[in-house]
């Protein structure tokens, strides 16, 4: 079932959990840590990547300071980054269930090749949650924002942009996704694609490499030389940063008028991009909701505190090796020049004197953000 993608889209309340009924008993499923647990815990937390700007920027201080606010100061958050490095984090994993933390918040570099490290943490007692994309493995828990809908979003403002109903199927545009190892990245094309398919001519599809934008410039180079820079009527664009590196391709083939682009991640430099034309779109996804969120899982879980946990899950998903995960999917909403105001500034992601700098100026008074 197709569900519709509005701006601000609606909660996703899709799947009715059994664990809200008590059903799937997160207790006693043998992932116990330890007897209940009071303020002295640990998190560890482990993020895949520097290259985008969010992790070190929202969800590390973020989680931090609400594991701290719900254990009275008490708790501590371990932190690590695999910068992309599927092995590296894979050792991380297993430094912190030597070192037997509380519980694990996993951002998984490659989904699947972590399984193992999900299945020696569960051996060991130590509950996973896997945070924002979907690790393979036997996982407590997991929460994300609803990934298809990040696609659908992205699909449908790309083809607003590019004329709405009046768009031609025949107009070529480029596709390009995220990493393979991401599952996000196959679930942000699966709802791109349900907008795109048939309504205009995807010329040329990629997926990028560890999301890097200098994989996305290089792709898009080629692209460009395949179909013709001037025939290009629209960039399908994953993320933030490799809208970056698109835009850099496209300029250094000398298009001076932009196609539309999107992104994803609200990076303040894409915020930026959208005031002044060169980027079309971003999706705003709210970190605080998706951190916090998580911080009051892993704090729940450790304290065997089940009713608070269920009532955090109540949706439901399914990864390739596990089912019925209890889960939360937190919507999204696509940002313009339009509801800059109404997100990142309404959330305080940024203020306004970030975005508006000297160089900016114009454009936010044009877009009616005056300082
Ligand atoms: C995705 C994530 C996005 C972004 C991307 C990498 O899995 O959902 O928010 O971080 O990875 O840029």
Known sequence: MRRIATAVAAASTMTLSL????????????????????????????????????????????????????????????????????????????????DQVDVILLDAVDAH???????????????????DRLAEGPIDAYVSFDNELVGEVQGRTLLEAMGGTDVDSADKIVMMNGSPTDPNA???????????NGTVTIAKSYDTKDWKPENAQANMAQAIKAIGSNNIKG?????????AGVIKALEAAGVTELPPITGQDAELDAVQRILTGEQYMSVYKSYPQEAESAAEM????????????DSLTQD??????????????????ALTKNNIEETVLADGIYQLSEICTTKYKAACLAAGLDK
Not at 25 to 51: F, R, W
Not at 189 to 196: D, F, H, I, P, Y
Not at 298 to 309: E, L, M, T, Y
Not at 317 to 333: E, F, G, M, Q, R
């Open 19 to 98: 664990a809200a009924c008590g059903a799937l008993g997160v207790a006693g499923d043998g992932s116990e840590a330890s007897p209940t647990k009071g303020n002295d815990i640990t998190v560890g937390l482990l993020l895949p990547e520097t290259a985008n700007t969010r992790y070190d920027k929202f969800d590390y201080p973020i989680i931090k300071n609400k594991v701290q606010e719900l254990t009275d100061r008490q708790g501590k958050v371990v932190y690590r980054n695999a910068d992309a490095d599927a092995a590296k984090q894979a050792s991380q994993l297993q430094k912190m269930i030597d």
């Open 113 to 131: 090749a972590i399984a193992d490290g999900v299945q020696k943490a569960k051996d060991a007692g130590i509950p996973v949650i896997a945070y």
């Open 186 to 196: 196959k679930q942000f094309k699966a709802g791109a694609l349900s907008e795109l």
């Open 235 to 243: 960039v399908y664009s994953a993320n933030d940063g490799m809208a």
């Open 298 to 309: 892993a704090v729940a879980k450790v304290q065997g505190r089940d009713i608070q946990f």
């Open 316 to 333: 439901q998903v399914d990864s390739p090796t596990d089912k019925d995960i209890p889960a939360l999917l937190v919507p999204v909403v």
